[in-house]
């Protein structure tokens, strides 16, 4: 948090008055109020005094009331802030356009492309000197014309230009994308408000216009959005952990440690309110310093540290892509290789072997310029078989889906993280918030003897208990607490305060009644005495004084603490009845067990009257809170959102396993779980506790091993009371796991500034846009900006999305490339000439490249997507099933292309144009074959839509408005081309008949279309898969390499030989009793039930997602492979499979034995993974 130290009070020693030129008057600079913040407890308040005598001294230097605030003096707010400095931290600069196209140049189909595209161009500007002479012989080389020769660069810089489209559309969406975030951020701040007094009067305003010298008030729960010094509070408690890492809240008073900084969670409940004297009592006035923005200059610096770290590998989709092309752009560089030299030979055997010629030196030109022809051929064929619209479809269907991802709320903010979304296979969810709506709602009520399964009846309840219990609410509760109308019509009305007592004034609310005319009846000044809840009374209770002169105490708190000290009970008749023990165990078991199995926190609510006269001893509390009757017992819960169990069965279905991690206890957990269907009833699952799963997966010495954890995390699906450490343990525990056949990837999502490492190590992090800090927003890769989990459930299903986009692209594009290469190589050798020309060719690649892209890339997502199980990671892009299309189509296409080239002109009627002389006007021959290859791609296209083999490819086909325009605008540029292209597109007008025949042909590919998707994939053995994920060998470099980053340098010796094995295990031993001081610390801290109230919790609890993708990890080095290797496969073949996660297309499963010699031969189990992971923990 890089705004901690920034903001700071201090101030001037009187010697010091010659500095007041710099503070424009007032009585501080910047300087001294920034040193002053520095300090902390004792030494803060010994240099308050010193300087200032005391707050209000320091108030007075700064030209503010403490009662009465600043003025509302724009002039004087402006000053102000000139002086000191704005509150808000400057953002990091964005990146420059310049910069987004420097990065997206390095593609490397792009850089292929960009080298056919210069040396294509080098060549058609290379004119060759002296004319044919008849002694050089005439070959005939083919029917080049002028026209074809002069639009010899039109190829190379037709090239360049997609080249260029693809590199600015990239680097379009790059900027469009940051724009967007920057955009969310900034609304995000403008909504922060924060409460100050000015004139006297209470005001909210934005965050970013507190000024230096603003009283601000702090209540229960706030985050503090400036530095600054405490002027008068009550049992005021700040969460620094974000600062210190002490999860205990520190106490802040004004006459021990005034000091508060921004960014803290605020905890204060008010204790005494007897001193009334100032006007905004029971909450805490602030001296507001702002943030200065030199600090922005620092940040920068550790911003750009923080980004030359790379995040994670390259996304799955990028490592099979870059293959794939890689492939291809091979395949054609030895088509094109083989078309230059059957050319070459042709010509040679034909001008020197049958004709007899022999080579004349004058003759040289003339024979270069026959072979750069055919070098320039070779590069057409290079070019065509070299998909340039590839990266261009990745980009549009990326930046399409995040585009509309944007109205399913999800931020985007890395690109591939969509798509990586989609092989998702484990998702480990926070509860709160994410999974329940985080508002507190009372559901069930036990009150006159009848157990209420929802809010009963007002009518239903005697007026007597139905007031007593208004009364008990309304006035036993914090007066900062209160349920205000929504923001918007229709939401839902809004919760300030503590959540568990708004959940109790709701209850009033639905009953009918009103809480705030009690209120204003007894206002706090006149309460008499109030016991404030703490964790050791786990109550709260409060005592007004009755118009006899009596008093009336009213009592809230845990049922089991407040249930022994109740004697009475009220009954139906709103009378009292003795209650005894036995009748409280009977109670017990009838609604307080059921209500707890439900996940229901219960709260009891009761009285006690003292009669006038005698005044009891107020401050033995013991014989005050005694003798009670209870009014009411109420479950209160955290409702689920009402999409959540929906969506994950959604998740469920899909092959995705959903984990629950939260700070709450183990039984409301369990019982969330079970409402979202985490958990089902007949299942084989584990839930634990956060200290059984550090039990489990730690070994004697407290290292976290590999082997536990596989034991555990198949099975796990709920994790209470767990730590930051233990989410990111898990989340690392998973995706390196090499059980299963697929490495698994996990999704986590996280609202805690605690929850970065977890964020950041998972394969997408996901950020709450609401609850969520910076910290997590900065770590994570889509931020959900509504905070809800079945958001995530659409994640998934973009993320399946763009992958099928991409892959229907590739089989639209592939039989394309298949058929113009084999008709170019084919063409040129037989006839030496290519029946498709240049430009053609071009209007095919480039048009239909980039308009395909467009169309293919923007189908929107189905439901059906969320009914196969992921990918995974070494899934083929192109599978089975399209390669069967792929080919199968290219081979109707070929067939009629060489029926018509051979014996079109017989068949039409029309003059052959295979022989035709040197510069003849284009043929009609040609021209049909160039535009029936055209129509037959444009109804191809409709059958690309489907890639798993479906029937019917029209369907949903209205519902992408997108795919008709470009379909039909290619159909109507065909025609212009054909029928007015001329010259420069080597074609001539066709007659209707022509045109039909051409349609009929097009229309074929559908019906051929049904013919292949009849021919079962199965049997079709002979068929290869390509596109695969990056081989084993890759990955485990890879791994290690991101692992050795995890490890810091000693580790890494660690790893190259023994040598350093004792000075490691040393380190270890140390970082282990850490390790445990510091977890025993923290589990005293969740122990004390019921704080999950109290917001700061969430901070040192924060409930987590996990997902498991499983890295392959070299499961053992080449020295153990020998001996091991037996005894490993039967273990892991005889343990249960985990989770359904088996993916039918899996290439094949079982362990991968993988051998790396660099690495000391050391098993799986051994102390480096526990030593990296404690590292990082730590």
Not at 982 to 1005: D, I, M, R
Not at 1121 to 1134: D, M
Request: hydrophobic share 40%; glycine share 8%.
């Amino acid at each position: 948090m890089g705004d901690m130290a920034n903001s700071s009070v201090d101030f001037y020693p009187k010697s010091q008055r010659r500095e007041l030129n710099h503070a424009g008057g007032f009585g501080c600079t910047l300087a001294e109020l920034r040193s002053l913040m520095e300090l902390r407890g004792a030494e803060a308040l010994q240099k308050v005094q010193e300087t200032y005598t005391d707050v209000n001294g320091l108030c007075r230097r700064l030209k503010t009331s403490p009662t009465e605030g600043l003025s509302d003096n724009t002039a004087d707010l402006e000053k102000r802030r000139q002086i000191y400095g704005q509150n808000f931290i400057p953002p990091k600069k964005p990146k420059t356009f310049l910069q987004l196209v420097w990065e997206a140049l390095q593609d490397v189909t792009l850089i292929i492309l960009e080298i056919a595209a210069i040396i294509s161009l080098g060549l058609s500007f290379y004119a060759p000197p002296g004319e044919e002479s008849e002694a050089c012989g005439n070959v005939s080389a083919g029917a080049e014309d002028e026209g074809e020769a002069e639009a010899g660069w039109i190829e190379g810089a037709a090239i360049l230009l997609s080249v260029i489209c693809v590199v600015l559309v990239t680097a379009f969406n790059d900027w469009s994308k940051e724009k967007q975030f920057r955009g969310l951020q900034s609304r995000i701040e403008q909504e922060q408000k924060f409460t100050v007094i000015r004139n006297g009067q209470q005001v909210q305003i934005p965050v970013a216009e507190l000024v230096v010298g603003d009283i601000a008030q702090i209540k229960y729960g706030d985050l503090l959005p400036a530095d600054g010094v405490l002027i008068q509070g009550n049992d005021l408690k700040i969460d620094e952990s974000s600062l210190t890492g002490e999860s205990d809240h520190v106490r802040k008073s004004v006459d021990k440690d005034p000091m508060l900084l921004s960014g803290k969670q605020q905890d204060g409940a008010v204790e005494n309110n007897q001193n009334k004297a100032k006007k905004q009592d029971g909450a805490v006035a602030m001296e507001m310093q702002p943030l200065k923005s030199a600090e922005g200059g620092e940040m920068e610096e550790r911003e750009k540290k923080k980004a030359s770290v790379p995040k994670k590998e390259k996304s799955v989709l990028q490592g099979k892509l870059t293959k794939l092309a890689v492939q291809i752009g091979k395949a054609g560089l030895v088509m094109s290789a083989i078309t230059v030299i059957i050319l070459v030979l042709y010509f040679v055997i034909e001008t020197f072997v049958i004709d007899g010629k022999t080579w004349l030196a004058e003759c040289t030109p003339v024979y270069v310029q026959y072979f750069v022809k055919f070098f320039i051929i070779g590069v057409t064929v290079l070019v065509v078989a070299v998909p340039e619209g590839l990266p261009l479809a990745v980009t549009i269907s990326l930046a399409y889906s995040v585009k509309k991802m944007m109205k399913d709320n999800n931020l985007v903010r890395h690109l591939d993280a969509c798509e990586t979304m989609g092989n998702a296979t484990a998702i480990c969810s926070d509860k709160t918030g994410t999974l329940t709506t985080n508002r507190m709602t009372v559901v069930q009520s036990y009150m006159g003897d009848t157990h209420y399964k929802e809010t009963p009846d007002p009518s239903n309840l005697t007026p007597k208990t139905l007031d007593l219990l208004v009364h008990a609410i309304a006035i036993n509760s914090a007066y900062t607490t209160k349920i205000l109308p929504p923001e918007k019509e229709g939401g839902l009305p809004r919760q300030v305060g503590n959540k568990t007592e708004c959940a109790l004034l709701g209850f009033v609310l639905d009953l009918r009644r009103d809480y705030q005319p009690v209120r204003e009846q007894i206002p706090e000044e006149k309460l008499y005495k109030v016991y404030t809840f703490n964790s050791v009374r786990k109550s709260m209770s409060t005592v007004t004084c009755m118009p006899d002169g009596g008093y009336r105490l009213f009592s809230k708190g845990a049922s089991e603490i407040v249930l022994k000290k109740c004697t009475n009970i009220l009954n139906s008749n709103g009378e009292l009845r003795s209650f005894r023990p036995r009748d409280r165990d009977e109670m017990v078991k009838k609604v307080i067990e059921p209500m707890a199995c439900d996940g229901l926190r219960t709260i009891c609510i009761a009285y006690r009257d003292f009669p006038a006269g005698k005044e009891p001893e107020w401050d033995n509390e013991n014989d005050i809170v005694i003798d009670l009757t209870c009014i009411a017992v109420v479950g209160i819960e955290d409702p689920v959102r009402p999409e959540v169990p929906e969506a994950i069965r959604k998740c469920q279905r899909a092959g995705i396993t959903v984990r629950m991690v939260t700070g709450d206890n183990i039984n409301t957990a369990r019982a969330i779980a079970a409402k979202c269907g985490i958990i089902q009833p007949g299942e084989d699952f584990l839930c634990l506790e956060g200290k059984e799963f550090n039990r489990r997966i730690r070994n004697e010495k407290g290292e976290i091993e590999q082997e536990r954890l596989d034991k555990i995390w198949p099975k796990l699906r709920v994790l209470a009371r767990s730590s930051p450490t233990d989410k990111h343990t898990l989340v690392k525990g998973i995706i390196d796991s090499t059980i299963g056949d697929q490495r698994q990837v996990v999704a986590v999502t996280g609202d805690g500034t605690n929850d970065g490492p977890a964020l950041k190590k998972a394969d997408v992090g996901f950020a709450m846009g609401i609850a969520g800090t910076d910290v997590a927003k900065e770590a994570s890769d889509i931020i959900l900006t509504d905070d809800n989990f079945s958001s995530i459930v659409k994640a998934v299903m973009w993320g399946r999305n763009v992958y099928d986009s991409i892959s229907k692209f590739l089989q639209f594009q592939l039989t394309v490339n298949v058929v113009a290469v084999i008709v170019a190589f084919t063409g040129a050798c037989i006839t030496q000439d290519s029946p498709l020309k240049a430009v053609q060719m071009l209007w095919v690649n480039l048009i239909m490249d980039t308009f395909a892209s467009l169309a293919l890339a923007t189908e929107p997502p189905t439901e059906a997507l969320l009914l196969r199980k992921p990918y995974g990671r070494n899934k083929p892009l192109i599978s089975r099933t399209m390669m069967k299309n792929i080919l199968g189509h290219a081979v109707y296409q070929l067939i009629i292309i060489f029926t018509l080239l051979f014996v079109g002109e017989i068949f039409f009627d029309i003059d052959s144009g295979r022989n035709a002389p040197l510069h003849s006007p284009p043929s009609e021959h040609y021209t049909i074959i160039f535009n029936t290859f055209v129509m037959m791609q444009l109804f191809n296209e409709i059958n690309a839509r489907k890639i798993h083999g479906e029937r019917n490819v029209f369907d949903g086909i209205f519902g992408n408005p997108i795919f008709c325009t470009i379909v039909l605008g290619t159909f109507g540029i065909q025609i212009m081309i054909v029928q007015f292209g001329g010259k420069p597109f080597s074609c001539s007008p066709l007659n209707s008949q022509q045109w039909l025949w051409c349609l009929f042909v097009g229309f074929g590919e559908l019906v051929w279309g049904q013919v292949i998707a009849t021919i079962p994939t199965s049997q079709l053995k002979c068929l290869k898969e390509a596109g695969h994920g990056p081989g084993k060998d890759e990955i485990t470099d890879e791994e290690m390499a991101e692992d050795e980053e995890e490890i810091d340098h000693a580790e890494r010796e660690l790893r190259r030989g023994q040598i350093l094995w004792f000075r490691g295990l040393n380190r270890i031993q140390t970082q282990i009793r850490v390790v445990k001081a510091f977890r025993s610390s923290l589990y005293e801290g969740l122990e004390k039930p019921d704080t999950k109230t109290s917001i700061h919790n969430f901070m040192t609890t924060p409930e987590f997602l996990i997902n498991d993708y499983i890295h392959n990890i070299p499961l053992i080095d080449d020295t153990d492979v020998e001996e091991s290797e037996g005894p490993l496969r039967r273990r892991f073949r005889a343990s249960p499979p985990p989770s359904p996660n088996k993916n039918n297309n899996a290439i094949d499963s079982g362990i991968y034995l993988s051998t790396d010699v660099s690495k000391t031969p050391t098993s799986s189990s051994s102390p480096v993974s526990p030593l990296h992971s404690m590292e990082t923990s730590l």
